[in-house]
């Protein structure tokens, strides 16, 4: 995965041209290999602040957002691109030691076939080294959903509701096309409901998860479609929408008594 970064939900005012050419619309690319907005300390600080703070909070399992585009590029309601669940966990050094820290459980796409992706385990180094912007995004779900949660994504559950047909603006109230947040989304109404049946699990989010409209030119986004392969509106019915980290911080505020959602900064 050594495309360049691009963010995980779909952007308006996106030029024609970037469109027949697959880019500007957000995707779940590993930022491994990415050209570097920022020194590599910079990053390190940045992602130890952020694994400090989720500490902080006692967090075991807390869903984690980064900026992949430039704050200006992005549209209204959307402003973290890849969002994955972080993990506290223990960590094997390639030296041979054992240190606590926090996994980062992502949905990246394939650089060959971007409308294919798969699970990858990264850090968060990893995760924040190709970011246009030093901001995170975090939710800190209730104990008892941290609980819930570790339990669906160390079963075979977090695998099975994997669905490696991609689309950028994946619809999260139906099946057939998945991007990173819809993911995030349908493994957290895993562990709320307790639940594999997928059909449960959307008919809980048409029910109750409020999702971001894409407010994307239709021409556009039909060039799109047609141009891009991880654009598909296959699984859309009128305007398109999809989930975002904001929408997600919104539904845990509303339904998860004791959840918080939280912003960190640089120093």
Same mark, same amino acid.
């Given at each position: 995965?050594? &495309?360049?970064?691009? $963010?995980?939900?779909?952007?308006?005012?996106?030029?024609?041209?970037?469109?027949?050419?697959?880019?500007?619309?957000?995707?779940?690319?590993?930022?491994?290999?990415?050209?570097?907005?920022?020194?590599?300390?910079?990053?390190?600080?940045?992602?130890?602040?952020?694994?400090?703070?989720?500490?902080?909070?006692?967090?075991?399992?807390?869903?984690?957002?980064?900026?992949?585009?430039?704050?200006?590029? !992005? =549209?209204?309601?959307?402003? @973290?691109?890849? /969002?994955? #669940?972080? /993990?506290?966990?223990?960590?094997?050094?390639? +030296?041979?030691?054992? !240190?606590?820290?926090?996994?980062?459980? &992502?949905?990246? *796409?394939?650089?060959?076939?971007? +409308? %294919?992706?798969?699970?990858?385990?990264?850090?968060? %180094? +990893? $995760? @924040?080294?190709?970011?246009?912007? !030093?901001?995170?995004?975090?939710?800190?779900?209730?104990?008892?959903?941290?609980?819930?949660?570790?339990?669906?994504i160390t079963s075979p559950t977090y695998a099975n509701l994997h669905d490696a047909h991609y689309s950028v603006i994946?619809? =999260?109230?139906?099946?057939?096309r998945q991007n990173c947040t819809e993911f995030v989304l349908d493994v957290t109404n895993a562990a709320i409901y *307790?639940? +594999?049946?997928?059909?449960?699990?959307?008919? &809980?989010?048409?029910?109750? #998860?409020?999702? *971001?409209?894409?407010?994307? &030119?239709? @021409?556009?986004?039909?060039?799109?479609?047609? $141009?891009?392969?991880? %654009?598909?509106?296959?699984?859309?019915?009128?305007?398109? %929408?999809?989930?975002? @980290?904001?929408t997600i911080g919104e539904y845990l505020k509303k339904y998860d008594a004791g959840s918080e959602v939280l912003t960190?900064? =640089?120093?």
């Amino acid at each position: 995965m050594r &495309n360049a970064i691009r $963010f995980c939900v779909a952007f308006a005012g996106l030029a024609l041209a970037s469109l027949a050419q697959g880019a500007g619309f957000s995707s779940s690319a590993s930022s491994a290999g990415e050209q570097a907005h920022f020194e590599p300390q910079q990053i390190v600080q940045f992602a130890k602040k952020v694994e400090r703070t989720m500490a902080s909070k006692g967090a075991r399992v807390a869903i984690l957002g980064r900026m992949g585009r430039p704050r200006a590029e !992005l =549209p209204d309601g959307m402003h @973290f691109t890849h /969002v994955a #669940f972080a /993990v506290y966990s223990e960590i094997s050094t390639q +030296d041979g030691r054992k !240190l606590p820290g926090y996994a980062i459980y &992502n949905l990246y *796409q394939l650089d060959d076939k971007p +409308d %294919v992706s798969r699970l990858v385990l990264d850090y968060p %180094v +990893d $995760f @924040f080294s190709g970011v246009a912007e !030093l901001e995170a995004g975090i939710i800190i779900p209730s104990a008892e959903l941290q609980r819930r949660l570790l339990a669906t994504i160390t079963s075979p559950t977090y695998a099975n509701l994997h669905d490696a047909h991609y689309s950028v603006i994946a619809n =999260p109230y139906t099946l057939g096309r998945q991007n990173c947040t819809e993911f995030v989304l349908d493994v957290t109404n895993a562990a709320i409901y *307790q639940t +594999d049946d997928v059909n449960r699990i959307k008919a &809980n989010e048409k029910q109750y #998860f409020v999702a *971001q409209k894409v407010n994307v &030119n239709p @021409f556009k986004l039909m060039l799109g479609s047609m $141009f891009s392969a991880e %654009v598909s509106t296959s699984d859309q019915n009128g305007t398109p %929408v999809t989930a975002t @980290f904001e929408t997600i911080g919104e539904y845990l505020k509303k339904y998860d008594a004791g959840s918080e959602v939280l912003t960190v900064l =640089p120093d």
